[in-house]
């Protein structure tokens, strides 16, 4: 496939003409939009789990929770520095996409296991029918958030690991 081209208005000839330049420029800016969704995103996350409680399950519970809560906004950043990494060739912004979305997949499996041994503690202490209700919505809601985020951001950072190993001017299979 070809470079992405962005159409623009040719004045000389009053038409529109095709410009590399004008994807830059927009492609610059959509990189700082998806690190400031990254970045505000992941600080909702960073603070669901300052100051840490582990062993307590009423914490556990409610942080996994607002993870989950909060990570459309994360995922949205990453997937936009993925596609901004490869349409512009970034290696470097292409690694860190590729390992973050590694490590966020990997944390986010294993805190969903730590979640997993609070959900019998949960469901033993609500005995009232309409909490109880809540209770089951709040966890199948985790769990098909889990369900999604987790390969998500998995195959996200495959996918960028995948581009950094492809030489400049390649074009199998890029699709942008």
Known sequence: ?????????????G??????S??????????????????????????????AFFGNPEWEFGTYT???????????????????GIARGRVVLLWLAAIAGLVIALA??????????D?????????????RLGLKKAVAKSLVQSAVYIPAF????????RHTRRRPGASKGEGL
Do not use: C, Q
């Open 15 to 20: 038409g529109l003409a095709r410009g590399r």
């Open 154 to 161: 998995l195959a996200g950072g495959v996918v960028a690991w």
């Open 119 to 131: 959900i019998p503690i949960a469901f033993r202490s609500v005995t009232d029918p309409v909490a």
């Open 108 to 117: 986010l499996l294993a805190t969903m296991f730590m979640y997993a041994t």
């Open 66 to 84: 607002a993870t989950l809560n909060n990570l459309p906004i994360v995922l949205l950043g990453f997937g936009l520095v993925v596609v901004v």
């Open 22 to 51: 004008d994807w830059e420029k927009a492609a610059a800016v959509l990189t700082w939009v998806a690190l400031a969704f990254v970045v505000l995103g992941g600080f909702d996350v960073a603070l669901a789990w300052w100051p």
């Open 1 to 13: 496939m070809t470079e992405p081209r962005v159409l623009v208005r040719d004045d000389k000839h």
